[in-house]
């Protein structure tokens, strides 16, 4: 991975997907959802595993099965690099949701061979749908212009130093002076750095990552928090960071909890 990274920054590789097919499967699933059917035309017939908050399911017993869902908002990362993007979708009618939704993608076939959902509702950690739509209504995640857009690696970096430093106070985060972090339907302005008393592994981690809107969300596990169960490898998490000029200037998290409010 490291290697076709450097690859293409420097230009010598061409996208493995490109960002309009990207859009198109994204916009399938999204319909899919909305529609409460569990199959669209770009899933792979004959090699799909579907995770749903990191366990694995069977498509027909998913989210995409219970229901049409009502999206009141959504917003993509489209990863050429890795083939891949990721959605975060709110929806405050009827059944409550905000749902992260990272799409695979085999580059050979364009055919979707994984999907990986946290889906939060009700009972989890500081859920609020209706502060998520609110506060996700009021940021700015418009395209970077090209001549100020980060590479993938400053991008990538900078997610990793804000939930390595979790663990490590240390590390410093290139936080934006008016850095503003959405939990749940929580939003915190000023002061996003957090940090937890050691030993804190994260573990699990996907990363999709967006040049163009300067984003990275990272899939990955967190310790701890979920007191019904085992403290490692920890509850299903994501964070997704907004980077500007190597500052991280938004982070949205969503938790999923076993028990109700992660039985604390």
């Known amino acids: ?53 990191d366990q694995p399911i069977a498509i027909t017993s998913s989210v995409l099965s ?4 009502k999206v009141d908002f959504s917003r993509s990362l489209y990863d050429t690099t890795l083939c891949a993007s990721y959605t975060e979708i709110v929806a405050t009618a009827g059944h409550a949701y905000v749902i992260g939704t990272r799409l695979s993608i085999d580059p050979s076939t364009l055919k979707v061979t994984k999907i990986d959902s946290v889906v939060c509702d009700d009972g989890d950690w500081l859920f609020n749908a209706a502060g998520s739509l609110r506060y996700n209504k009021q940021e700015n995640w418009d395209p970077i212009p090209e001549a100020k857009r980060d590479t993938r690696e400053v991008i990538q970096a900078a997610g990793d130093a804000y939930i390595n430093a979790w663990g490590d106070k240390s590390i410093n985060p290139p936080f934006d002076a008016k850095c503003a972090r959405l939990e749940g339907g929580s939003y915190l302005t000023g002061n996003c750095k957090l940090t937890f008393s050691p030993p804190f592994v994260l573990l699990n981690k996907r990363y999709t990552i967006d040049e163009e809107i300067g984003a990275v969300d990272i899939f990955h596990n967190f310790p701890f928090l979920d007191k019904a169960i085992a403290r490692d490898p920890g509850t299903q998490t994501n964070n997704m960071l907004r980077v500007e000029g190597g500052k991280i200037k938004y982070i949205h998290e969503n938790t999923v909890c076993q028990k109700k409010g992660c039985a604390k």
């Open 66 to 69: 219970k229901g049409p869902v």
């Open 1 to 53: 991975m490291i290697f076709l990274l450097l690859l293409a920054s420097l230009g010598l590789v061409s996208a493995a997907c490109p960002r309009d097919t990207l859009k198109s499967i994204t916009a399938e699933y999204l319909l899919s959802l909305s529609n409460g059917t569990p199959t669209f035309a770009s899933l792979s017939p004959t090699n799909l595993t579907y995770l749903e908050n």
